[in-house]
């Protein structure tokens, strides 16, 4: 069942959310042991809120949009009492005092919080293999990586454990996972999701969304976390974009922009799927046509100087002084390098240095301040593009999912997954993945949709498009096994 | 006439190729092995509306006369459109070669020259090497190299081009992380191959580009200074590694009365 059917039963009194949820953990039961998607299921607290649900349906209240939903959060959301460790070391059992402003949100739509997932550590990587506690397995092949960073999202919901999940992606870490596990995830416009209790990664570029089986439950989703937050300096002010309510328009008359420099690189059978994607929002009456987006070339050489600078920065709170992790030391200084050395992981370091470097003096303005020129270029270029089009076009990522251990020991390969997913975040568009049949391994493949700033409804639209378009059921694999 | 050179997609540059170099071959086949490596460069020089008028690609490859040279770039597809040819189209475009060189490091640049476009590389300091040959359907051929020096980081110079084992060790003191010698050798070759990569986005030429921070125009605001309740302190304390009186506990901070 969708997030969808599940709330209109529950509200209808026609299913209860504790029946919901006791089959969802019963799947959890069955495979977690294999997929290890999460750090924690919180099979109390869940079963309470569920009780607390099925009360308010008995009383004759509405529980919201959501209600009885399990939803699975990505563990760098902060949940108050909860342990939320972002796969760290550093953070391992450390109760946050506040709710994310997301996770508030949820719960009033009556959502079922399942529990907390596995990511790469601080959101770091583009696997789920660089998580504290061990790598998630995709579902589809459990010697296949799921992706990153919210690989234990998009794997929760491949696997069935919960029909709705939330993620955070900073260059990709919603949609390349959800490419890989074949699920649909949903980066929106940079401000349009409040990230207040969302572990900061890099400030400029994260952001908080939906990861979903169906386009139509990435949208309620998206409706009910959006909108303004006061405690959140750059949440956007006014009512966030309405996306479920053109869902179902079609795309007649849409102008749809292949951006022919996402394309350069892109595996011949990831492609060839993207080239039917593109043929069947034609053959639906959309306008198809190739774009160049030029400073898109630079994208990635731009994010792994950006990203790495502001995470070194966010990343200095980590001293063992206020919450987790402590190296005894006989003064300060030794306290914070020892308990840094102990608690955070390889790719952590290396993006802590790389991002010192990039930032310290005399390298300032020939990496970090140059990214930040690159990133205006790839703005403008994409201004540019969007006069001709409504949406673009692009492959979610180059290849389906990778063996375990196949890029751990290269960071750069690594990097090369999220070649497609950066230029958004870049740019602080909204984009979104969908399935979009399979690849020569048999494993999913995803296409991604792409539009200018609070293109949302369109973005929304034309993904409804091509998931009726999509060859098969989608993440058929993964389902089958429920 | 005026022109623009960008580094661009290798498929931007197959349509003028074809037709200038390789009439005899369909646009299809001006792909080339290597084309997708994060290194290889190609350019096309732009007229105003777009148009692409000349084009060029370089790859690191080594020479048929010295297979095992270690930093060797091999510049191919160096075409200008028919109707503009001495308008100083192929001398941008091949400075632009010259300067994705540089930034990767320099090397031996070479490639095979038409021999009717050996004055024009001689311009651009290359020599030709060994005998001329016929390449069949598109005539005599010649050799063609020169030395590229390797250059110091173009926006800041004096900036050594890689990343030491030095700079990295200061790098770690700086972000207060106690390095092992294995993670220290490990981090100095994955950090320069990573900074190797955004090569290509510190030698652009941005003077004219403001910077982006953040990725929209939005404005502080303020609220009204009135109290609210914040965190509960015992609740956050409980969290800390150590407290006492209310408060965070530290070990001795270097330099203080114990």
Not at chain 1, 60 to 82: E, F, Y
Not at chain 1, 125 to 148: I, L, Q, W
Not at chain 1, 404 to 415: D, I, Q, R, S
Not at chain 2, 92 to 113: I, M, P, Q, S, T
Request: aromatic fraction near 6%; charged fraction near 25%.
């Amino acid at each position: 069942m969708t997030g969808e059917e599940i709330a209109g039963a529950v509200r209808a009194g026609r299913l209860s959310a504790r029946d919901v949820l006791e089959e969802h953990l019963e799947r959890i039961g069955g495979r977690e042991p294999e997929v290890h998607a999460f750090n924690l299921v919180t099979v109390e607290d869940a079963r309470a809120a569920a009780a607390e649900i099925d009360r308010r349906v008995a009383r004759g209240q509405d529980p919201g949009p959501l209600a009885g939903v399990p939803v699975a959060l990505k563990d760098n959301l902060c949940t108050r009492g909860i342990p939320t460790t972002c796969s760290s070391r550093i953070l391992e059992g450390w109760r946050p005092p506040y709710d994310a402003t997301v996770v508030e949100r949820v719960r009033a739509a009556g959502a079922v919080v399942v529990g907390k997932t596995n990511l790469d550590e601080f959101a770091m990587g583009s696997s789920t293999e660089n998580s504290a506690f061990g790598p998630t397995r995709n579902p589809h092949d459990p010697t296949r990586v799921p992706g990153g960073s919210s690989g234990g999202s998009a794997a929760a919901v491949a696997a069935g454990f919960a029909p709705v999940a939330l993620g955070s992606d900073t260059g990709g870490s919603i949609r390349q996972p959800a490419a890989l596990c074949g699920v649909v995830g949903a980066k929106p416009t940079y401000g349009v999701v409040s990230r207040y209790g969302l572990v900061a990664f890099a400030s400029s570029l994260d952001q908080i969304g939906p990861l979903a089986t169906t386009v139509a439950d990435a949208a309620l989703v998206l409706e009910a976390i959006a909108g303004h937050d006061p405690a959140d300096s750059t949440s956007l002010p006014g009512a966030a974009p309405s996306v479920r309510q053109t869902l179902d328009a079609g795309v007649g008359g849409v102008r749809v922009g292949v951006l022919r420099e996402l394309t350069e690189g892109v595996d011949p059978d990831v492609l060839k799927r993207m080239r039917e994607a593109a043929d069947a929002l034609a053959d639906v009456g959309a306008a198809v046509e190739e774009v160049s987006v030029p400073a898109t070339v630079y994208g990635l050489s731009a994010y792994y100087l950006i990203a790495p600078a502001e995470a070194s920065s966010n990343l200095a709170r980590y001293d063992g002084v206020r919450y987790g992790l402590r190296e005894r030391a006989p003064d300060v200084t030794a306290m914070y390098s020892r308990t840094r050395a102990k608690g955070f992981g390889a790719e952590v370091k290396r993006r802590i240095m790389l991002g010192t470097y990039a930032l310290s003096a005399g390298y300032y303005d020939a990496y970090y301040g140059q990214a930040q020129r690159v990133r205006t270029l790839i703005i403008r270029d994409f201004a540019a593009a969007y006069e001709r089009v409504d949406v673009l076009l692009a492959p979610t990522a180059p290849t389906t999912a990778f063996a375990v251990g196949a890029k751990t020991e290269n960071p750069l390969a690594m990097y090369l997954s999220d070649v497609c997913t950066i230029p958004s975040n870049l740019a602080g568009h909204p984009a979104i993945s969908i399935p979009f049949g399979t690849g020569d391994d048999g494993l999913p493949v995803g296409v991604q949709v792409l539009a200018p700033a609070l293109g949302e409804p369109d973005m929304f639209r034309v993904a409804a498009a091509l998931e009726k378009a999509a060859p098969g059921p989608a993440g058929e694999a993964g389902r089958g096994e429920r | 006439m005026e022109v623009r050179v960008e580094r661009v997609a290798a498929a931007e540059t197959f349509a003028l190729r074809q037709r200038v170099l390789r009439p005899h071959q369909a646009v299809a086949e001006m792909a080339l092995p290597g084309d997708q490596d994060p290194d290889t460069g190609h350019f096309a020089a732009r007229a105003h509306d777009g148009t692409v008028v000349g084009t060029a690609s370089v790859r690191r490859e080594a020479p048929p006369w010295d297979p095992g040279h270690a930093s060797a770039w091999r510049l191919r597809g160096m075409a200008t459109d028919e109707t503009l040819r001495g308008s100083g189209i192929g001398g941008l475009v091949l400075a632009a070669v010259v300067d994705h060189v540089e930034a990767r490091g320099g090397g031996l640049l070479w490639c095979n020259a038409r021999a009717g476009a050996v004055a024009f590389y001689r311009r651009g300091g290359m020599a030709t090497h060994g005998e001329v040959w016929e390449e069949e359907h598109i005539g005599p051929h010649v050799a063609m190299w020169r030395e590229v020096p390797a250059r110091p980081c173009p926006t800041m110079p004096g900036v050594a081009a890689r990343i030491s084992a030095r700079d990295v060790a200061h790098v770690a003191r700086l972000a207060r992380l106690d390095l092992t010698d294995d993670e220290l050798a490990r981090f100095t070759e994955q950090l320069a191959a990573v900074l190797d990569h955004a090569a290509d986005v510190a030698s652009l030429d941005t003077s004219a580009v403001a910077p982006t921070a953040h990725p929209l125009p939005l404005r502080n605001v303020l609220r009204d200074d009135e109290p609210r309740p914040g965190l509960d302190r015992e609740e956050v304390l409980a969290q800390a590694p150590d407290a006492e009186d209310g408060r965070f506990k530290v070990p001795r901070i270097l330099g203080e009365a114990p």
